[in-house]
């Protein structure tokens, strides 16, 4: 009986749910259903408004590689770090208060800085790296510091020659800033597995060597104390070095906030490198790339002399609009890039003798006319390549330099030093009272620079010694000579000749007048 109660149950509640299925359906299909018009009518569709859509734009990103100015592009790949220290909050308020400063190392910067950013990216290194050159040598390609380093990378004779950068009488590549920079990333590399991988004791090890930070490492490790950077016990000059190169990545990442603008730096190529596979005269390369000889040299600051090494290398960075011009000129004059002079041995002559007549290299000349010794004759004729134009045109070349160097005024006069055998910085700084750091500032040097015999020096001095310098001017009479003037006022002839320019004057006037710097307590004038 339950049984059947709970059946009849289920089937009375089906068919209340069919029931009200069907009504509802009758009334969402039925407008109107009436016993006077069973007419079924479908509701009339009213139109809805279209819902606006928002389009949502995507935001333009810009990669580094994109931006217009290479200063940004390394500021959005800056990924060492700044921390909190004295020292950096020390050179970051040092650059801010000499913007000057960072305004002429941009422009020195400027033909260098995208191929230096450029080889670093591919490298896959840290973009800090492309400001190392400003705490290096403020981005001076022909910097020449007193510890013998040369170049944008400040490699040290020894450095250079380990990395492949060669240096003679020619050419010096630790001033060549394609083979330079390629060097010094290799020398960072080596760096950073050295350190694994810690970029602040691979670039300190950059300034003071790699045993230095070692050594500074496994003796914090032996006190107990730690081995960042900050913490390690270093040389002064090493101490500050990190630093400065951190408190420039914070100012070129932060211009804005620091309220400093650096030049913009065109992010687009500025140089090319090209071979022209032979020696050139630096005049003439310049004239088949369309510029004057002081700019070729400014961006090629290896070539020592007037012409790019006899042996090699031979590449040139060139801007990169005359980089074409010149390699097709450079191929329609083959064999045409230096002039030779022939020249016939005299009395006296020898091949060390000559050279240094004509600007030159006694390998050059043997290579030049097939001679295997040093053997010559008198009346012999012998081809020597020789510039085409005269030496000042090469403005930047070393010796252009190093008398630009010499002529800057240190003292209240100048005597000048011949280098005779036994000769050394030490020894000649001792016998006139100067200090050796600045004899050799005064010469271009580092004061661990040999010296060569016949090599001139320029002392400057203030009254020391009890000499009382006047300056004196001399008027030429009628059988005068140097010698004569020289021995009347007790200095030397090449003095004379220093202080006059007078060494392309064979012969004195009657009535020139002569500029001397004479000591008044020898002589009476």
């Given at each position: 009986m339950r049984v059947k109660t709970s059946c009849l149950l289920a089937l009375l509640l089906a068919g209340c749910q069919l029931n009200q299925t069907a009504e509802q359906t009758t009334q969402n299909d039925v407008e109107v259903n009436t016993p006077q018009q069973q007419v079924t009518k479908k509701k009339p569709t009213v139109a809805s408004k279209p819902v606006p859509v928002e389009r949502v734009v995507e935001p333009v990103v810009i990669t580094p590689q994109e931006?217009?100015?290479?200063?940004?592009?390394?500021?959005?790949?800056l990924t060492m770090g700044i921390p909190k220290q004295k020292s950096v909050d020390y050179y970051r308020t040092w650059y801010l208060k000499h913007p000057s400063h960072l305004q002429k190392v941009a422009e020195r910067a400027q033909p260098f800085l995208y191929l230096i950013t450029?080889?670093?990216?591919?490298?896959?290194?840290p973009l800090e790296?492309?400001?190392?050159?400003?705490?290096?040598?403020?981005?001076?390609?022909?910097?020449?510091?007193?510890?013998?380093?040369?170049?944008?990378?400040?490699f040290v004779p020894a450095t250079g020659k380990m990395y492949g950068l060669e240096q003679n009488f020619w050419y010096d590549g630790r001033r060549d800033v394609d083979a330079s920079t390629d060097?010094?990333?290799?020398?960072?590399?080596?760096?950073?597995?050295?350190?694994?991988?810690?970029?602040?004791?691979?670039i300190a090890a950059y300034n003071s060597g790699g045993g230095r930070v070692s050594s500074a490492i496994r003796k914090n490790k032996s006190l107990g104390k730690p081995i960042d950077f900050f913490s390690l016990d270093l040389p002064e000059e090493t101490s500050g070095y990190v630093p400065k190169l951190l408190a420039l990545a914070d100012i070129i990442a932060n211009q804005e906030k620091y309220v400093i603008q650096l030049p913009a730096i065109a992010n687009k190529p500025v140089l090319k490198l090209v071979d022209p596979q032979e020696q050139l005269d630096l005049a003439i390369a310049a004239k088949y790339a369309g510029l004057d000889v002081k700019e070729l040299q400014s961006y090629n600051p290896a070539y020592n002399q007037w012409a790019t090494a006899p042996n090699g290398p031979f590449q040139l960075l060139l801007p990169v609009d005359k980089a074409d011009n010149f390699l097709a000129n450079a191929a329609k004059h083959r064999g045409e890039g230096m002039k030779l002079v022939r020249y016939k041995v005299k009395s006296g002559d020898s091949l060390s003798v000559i050279a240094a007549h004509h600007n030159t290299t006694t390998k050059v000349i043997q290579t030049a006319n097939n001679l295997s010794g040093n053997a010559i004759r008198v009346g012999q004729y012998l081809m020597i390549p020789t510039s085409v134009k005269d030496e000042k045109a090469y403005v930047l070349s070393a010796n252009n330099r190093l008398q630009k160097t010499q002529s800057i005024a240190r003292g209240k006069y100048k005597l000048t030093h011949t280098v005779a055998r036994g000769d050394n910085l030490w020894t000649i700084a001792r016998k006139h009272n100067v200090s050796t750091t600045?004899?050799?500032?005064?010469n271009g040097m580092g004061p661990r620079d040999t010296l060569s015999i016949g090599q001139k020096l320029v002392i400057w001095k203030n009254n020391t010694d009890g000499a009382i310098i006047r300056t004196v001017f001399y008027k030429v009479r009628n059988g005068d000579t140097l010698s004569a003037i020289a021995s009347k006022f007790k200095v030397k002839t090449a003095d004379i000749v220093k202080w006059n320019d007078l060494s392309n004057n064979k012969y004195l006037k009657p009535g020139q007048n002569l500029k001397l710097y004479v000591d008044v307590t020898k002589v009476s004038v």
């Open positions: 931006q217009e100015d290479v200063w940004q592009r390394i500021a959005m790949q450029e080889k670093i990216e591919q490298r896959g290194l790296l492309a400001l190392l050159p400003i705490v290096e040598s403020a981005f001076d390609a022909f910097a020449y510091s007193h510890g013998s380093a040369a170049g944008l990378w400040q060097a010094a990333l290799t020398y960072l590399t080596n760096l950073s597995k050295r350190f694994d991988g810690d970029w602040q004791h691979a600045s004899l050799a500032k005064w």
